[in-house]
């Protein structure tokens, strides 16, 4: 899996967090199914938020393509808010497919962010 990170801005700066860590932090939690309806970043702008990311074509296609190779065998990853850290890909995917839940593990405590205050494009990939 490629390196990748969960962003949000915040007061202190931009938070980061590690997929790999969010991935291996969750491994033994409980799998359950929520609706797809119930995932707010779907109506979001969540892709594209840093301004330098602008939504080409060619930025749009690349999503598309990981939309295709993701495998809903594997639960997203929400924050104890309820709120996506890894999965946007997957749940389109199932939005595309027609389906109405999706698996997914659920953090009771939001684990720190491994970066705050550093832009995207200085995070190590």
Not at 1 to 26: T, V
Not at 98 to 119: C, L, M, N, R, S
Request: aromatic share 8%; net charge negative.
């Amino acid at each position: 899996m490629r390196k990748q990170y969960n962003l949000r801005p915040s007061k202190e700066g931009l938070r980061a967090w590690d997929i790999h860590r969010l991935i291996e932090l969750s491994k033994n939690f409980s799998v359950k199914r929520i609706l797809l309806s119930e995932i707010n970043e779907v109506n979001e702008i969540y892709w594209f938020q840093d301004p330098s990311q602008l939504p080409t074509g060619t930025a749009i296609l690349e999503h598309i393509k990981l939309m295709e190779e993701a495998s809903l065998e594997y639960p997203i990853i929400l924050c104890a808010n309820g709120r996506l850290m890894d999965g946007m890909h997957r749940v389109m995917k199932a939005l595309q497919q027609g389906h109405t839940d999706i698996k997914a593990v659920q953090f009771e405590t939001t684990p720190e962010p491994d970066f705050i205050g550093i832009p995207a494009d200085e995070l190590p990939y």
